[in-house]
């Protein structure tokens, strides 16, 4: 699918991954829907930054475990063109041993990691139905950004695994339902650079152990991964790992 010019909505465009992923598409010729929650200002530079790379690009906020407000944020991409394209990025990455997990703590986990992407799916399908009925082309695209503790789950944060592991099955689900019309796949990505600034040598030398590449990824890595996936039209309920073998 040619996803220059096409409409994008990126959840959670203010963190770490979901900016980088907003820059990327729009790099790639999108109209960038950057969705946050709370961080407003910088919502409004990522989108000034966007502008100067001759798309559009609008913040919208939304609360993603409304439905209410889930409905809007498409209404209100809406106004710059049919989305033909959903990254569900926002998430909540929570460290809990078990014995602190609570019924509040994780359905505020669950509820952001797993069921937002879900009802934004539906939302989306309906807008696709709505204006490709009867296409039995490829229109549109989801990307869930899943991780590699959804496939090979740690210690105590027993909830967040949890919830990316459903994200990969609702992954699959979603692509036999959507199909042909529209492709479901997930990156899971393993440790980057960019978003361990913190890590000391030990803690490195120790993630490096389980890393056949022997090196931290890069964010480029995840984001070329991503327009692969959006380019390709014969790939479907894929999970691709972007971890350097991480989950071998």
């Given at each position: 699918?040619?996803i220059?010019?096409?409409?994008?909505?990126?959840t959670?465009?203010?963190?770490?991954?979901?900016?980088?992923?907003?820059?990327?598409l729009?790099?790639?010729?999108?109209?960038?829907?950057?969705?946050y929650?709370?961080?407003?200002?910088?919502?409004q530079?990522?989108v000034?930054?966007?502008?100067?790379l001759?798309v559009?690009?609008?913040?919208?906020?939304?609360?993603?475990?409304?439905?209410?407000?889930?409905?809007?944020?498409?209404?209100?991409?809406?106004?710059?063109g049919?989305?033909r394209?959903?990254i569900?990025?926002?998430a909540?990455?929570?460290?809990?041993?078990?014995?602190?997990?609570?019924?509040?703590?994780?359905?505020?986990?669950?509820?952001?990691?797993?069921i937002a992407?879900?009802l934004?799916?539906?939302e989306?399908?309906?807008?696709?139905?709505?204006?490709?009925?009867?296409?039995?082309?490829?229109?549109?695209?989801?990307?869930?950004?899943?991780?590699?503790?959804?496939?090979?789950?740690?210690?105590?944060y027993?909830v967040y695994?949890?919830?990316?592991a459903?994200?990969?099955?609702?992954?699959?689900?979603?692509?036999?339902?959507?199909?042909?019309?529209?492709l479901v796949?997930?990156?899971?990505?393993?440790?980057v650079?960019?978003?361990q600034?913190?890590l000391?040598d030990?803690q490195k030398?120790?993630?490096l152990?389980?890393?056949?590449?022997?090196?931290?990824?890069?964010?480029k890595?995840?984001?070329?991964?991503l327009i692969?996936?959006?380019?390709?039209?014969?790939i479907?309920?894929?999970?691709?790992n972007?971890?350097?073998?991480r989950?071998?």
């Open positions: 699918m040619e220059s010019r096409l409409t994008a909505i990126i959670g465009s203010t963190g770490l991954l979901g900016s980088e992923i907003a820059l990327a729009a790099n790639a010729g999108c109209d960038c829907i950057c969705h929650n709370k961080n407003k200002e910088k919502a530079q990522l000034e930054k966007i502008q100067k001759s559009k690009a609008i913040p919208v906020q939304a609360d993603l475990t409304d439905p209410d407000a889930v409905k809007t944020l498409f209404d209100t991409a809406s106004t710059i049919v989305p394209i959903l569900n990025s926002a909540l990455f929570s460290k809990e041993p078990l014995q602190n997990v609570t019924l509040e703590k994780a359905r505020s986990v669950l509820d952001l990691d797993l992407p879900i934004l799916s539906k989306f399908a309906k807008i696709i139905d709505d204006n490709f009925a009867g296409s039995e082309d490829t229109v549109a695209k989801i990307i869930n950004i899943s991780d590699v503790g959804g496939i090979k789950p740690w210690a105590n027993v695994c949890s919830a990316k459903g994200l990969i099955g609702a992954t699959k689900a979603l692509a036999k339902e959507l199909a042909p019309r529209i796949n997930s990156i899971a990505p393993g440790i650079v960019d978003f600034p913190n000391n030990d030398k120790r993630q152990d389980f890393i056949p590449m022997a090196r931290i990824g890069k964010t890595e995840l984001t070329n991964a692969f996936l959006l380019q390709n039209d014969y479907t309920g894929q999970v691709l972007v971890d350097g073998g989950c071998i």
